[in-house]
C-alpha cells in the first residue's frame, strides 16, 4: 500500500491551508476501504491536530461524498491513465479527491487540485497534475445518479431485483431527509407546522434538513431523530404499561419510543460510549429508563417480560444512505459472522418473553441472511412463536408487510417521500 496512517509531510513547516482538511479525508478513505473500519469510528484520529471544526467537516464531507461516487470516480481516472493504477494507489486516492470536489461539492479545480498535490510526492504527483488536468480540459463530469460497487450491486439484485437496485442509486444521489419521532403523537401537527415539515404518520415528522439541536423542541424533548424505518419496530410493540426489554438499546430512540408509549423499559447495550448518548437523551426528553451495561450473550433479566425488542447487530447495509462506507467495507463474511450472532441473541431474547408476550426482532440490514432467512430458521426451531402480522394501519402509506406478515424496507420504498433505510423487521407472539 503506496499509503498509511502515519504518511504526510516531514517538514516542521505549517502545511498550506485546505491541506491538512484533504490530508484528514486520505485517512479516512485509507482507514474506511483498505482497513475495513466505519467512516465515523475513523473520524477522530483521521482528523487529529485539526483544530477547526468546519475542516474537520470538509474533510469527513469529501471522504462520504467519495464513498457515495467511488465507481464513477475510479472510471474517470481510469479513462484516462494508460492502464489503471492499482485500487489502493496514491495517486489513485489524490486523484479522486481532487475530482468529487470540482464534480460534486464544487470546489474550484484550481483550489482542489492544489490543496491535493502536497499528498503525493515525486512521479506520482506529475501523474495526478496530469490526469486532473486531463479531465478538466475534457470537461468530464459524474453521473447525476451514482453507480453501486460491483460487488453490492450483485448481491441486492439477486435479493430485491431491478428496482432495488434502481432505488438505491437514486437513494445516494442526495442527502436524505431528517426524520423526527414525536414525543406525543397528539401534538403530530403542531410541530409538523412549527417545523415546518411534514408527517407520514402520526408520532412523525419529516424535514428536509437542518442544525438538529437549534430546532424548536429539541431542548425541551419534544421529539428526537431517527429514520422513519427505524421507529417502526418499537411502533410495533405499541403501547403497554408492563415491562419491555430494548436490547441492544443505544443510542436509545427505541427506549424513548417504549418509555414514551408508556412501559417500564430496561435497556441494555454492551457499549459504554453508545450508553452515555442514551443517558443524555434521556435526560434531554425527561424520560426514565432502567439502563443496564451488558452483553445480552450473558446477561438475563430477573424475570419474562411482557415485550421484547431485539434490533439487532447487524451488517448495517440498510442505512448506506447516510452512511456510504457499508457500500465498500461490508463483505460476505461479515454478513455470515453477524449473522452467526443474530441466532444466538434472538435464542436468548426468545427466553426473556413472557408467554403470550411480543418478541420483536429488526435489522438495519439489506441482506436475507439477517431478516428472512433468519426468521425462517428460528420459526424452525421454536414451535412456541408465530408471526403476528404487521397490519396496514401501523405502517405510513407505501409500506406494506409481506404476505407472510414480516416487514422488509427495501431501496425505493417511499421513495415518492424522500425515502427510507433498509429495515427487515418481524413481530412474534409467543404461545401461552
Known amino acids: ?41 475513523a473520524l477522530d484520529r483521521a482528523t487529529s491536530g485539526i483544530d477547526r471544526a468546519d475542516d474537520r467537516a470538509l474533510a469527513h464531507a469529501i ?42 461539492l464544487g470546489t474550484p479545480a484550481h483550489a482542489a487540485i492544489s490543496t491535493v498535490l502536497p499528498l503525493v510526492d515525486g512521479g506520482p504527483r506529475k501523474l495526478v497534475h496530469g490526469v486532473f488536468g486531463t479531465l478538466s480540459r475534457q470537461n468530464a463530469s459524474l453521473p447525476e445518479i451514482p453507480t453501486l460497487p460491483d460487488p453490492v450491486a450483485i ?7 431491478d428496482d432495488a437496485i434502481e432505488g438505491a442509486e437514486h437513494a445516494i444521489a442526495a442527502p436524505p431527509p431528517l426524520d423526527l419521532v414525536i414525543a406525543d403523537p397528539a401534538a403530530t401537527d ?20 437542518g442544525h438538529v439541536p437549534e430546532l424548536s423542541g429539541f431542548e425541551e424533548g419534544a421529539w428526537w431523530v431517527q429514520d422513519i424505518a427505524a421507529s417502526l419496530p418499537a411502533r410495533l410493540i405499541g403501547r403497554g404499561s408492563g415491562v419491555a426489554l430494548d436490547l441492544c438499546a443505544a443510542p436509545g ?14 435497556s441494555v447495550d454492551s457499549a459504554q460510549s453508545r450508553l452515555a448518548r442514551l443517558h443524555d437523551n434521556l435526560a434531554r426528553t425527561k424520560l426514565s429508563a432502567d439502563v443496564v451495561t451488558a452483553d ?58 413472557r408467554p403470550g408476550g411480543v418478541l420483536v426482532y429488526a435489522t438495519c440490514s439489506l441482506e436475507p ?48 417521500q424522500g425515502g427510507c433505510d433498509g429495515f427487515f423487521m418481524a413481530r412474534l407472539r409467543r404461545a401461552v
Open 63 to 104: 471522504a462520504a461524498e467519495t464513498l457515495r461516487r467511488l465507481p464513477d470516480l475510479d472510471a474517470l481516472i481510469d479513462s484516462a491513465t494508460a492502464r489503471p493504477l492499482p485500487d489502493d494507489a496514491k495517486a489513485r486516492f489524490a486523484l479522486r479527491i481532487a475530482l468529487v470536489q470540482t464534480l460534486a
Open 296 to 353: 445480552v450473550l450473558t446477561w438475563a433479566p430477573a424475570a419474562p417480560a411482557d415485550a421484547v425488542l431485539l434490533d439487532a447487530p447487524c451488517s448495517a447495509t440498510g442505512i448506506f444512505r447516510r452512511h456510504p462506507d457499508v457500500l465498500h467495507r461490508v463483505r460476505p463474511s461479515q454478513i455470515s459472522e453477524m449473522a452467526a450472532l443474530q441466532e444466538k441473541m434472538l435464542a436468548r431474547a426468545a427466553d426473556w418473553v
Open 253 to 266: 430512540g427505541k427506549t424513548m419510543q417504549l418509555a414514551s408509549a408508556g412501559w417500564q423499559v430496561t
Open 190 to 209: 403542531r410541530w409538523a407546522e412549527e417545523l415546518g415539515g411534514v408527517s407520514l404518520m402520526p408520532g412523525h415528522v419529516r424535514l428536509p434538513g
Open 1 to 41: 500500500m503506496a499509503y498509511s496512517q502515519s504518511s504526510g509531510p516531514q517538514s516542521s513547516q505549517p502545511e498550506p491551508a485546505g491541506v491538512p482538511a484533504r490530508r484528514a479525508a486520505l485517512r479516512l478513505l485509507d482507514a474506511v476501504l483498505r482497513q475495513g473500519l466505519p467512516l465515523e469510528a
Open 155 to 161: 448481491r441486492w439484485h439477486a435479493a430485491w431485483g
Open 369 to 416: 441472511a439477517e431478516g428472512e432467512k433468519q426468521l425462517k430458521r428460528f420459526l424452525g426451531t421454536r414451535s412456541d412463536y408465530a408471526i403476528d402480522p404487521v397490519g396496514p394501519d401501523e405502517l405510513p402509506d407505501g409500506l406494506a408487510a409481506h404476505d407472510e406478515g414480516y416487514l422488509r424496507t427495501v431501496p425505493g420504498a417511499l421513495a415518492d
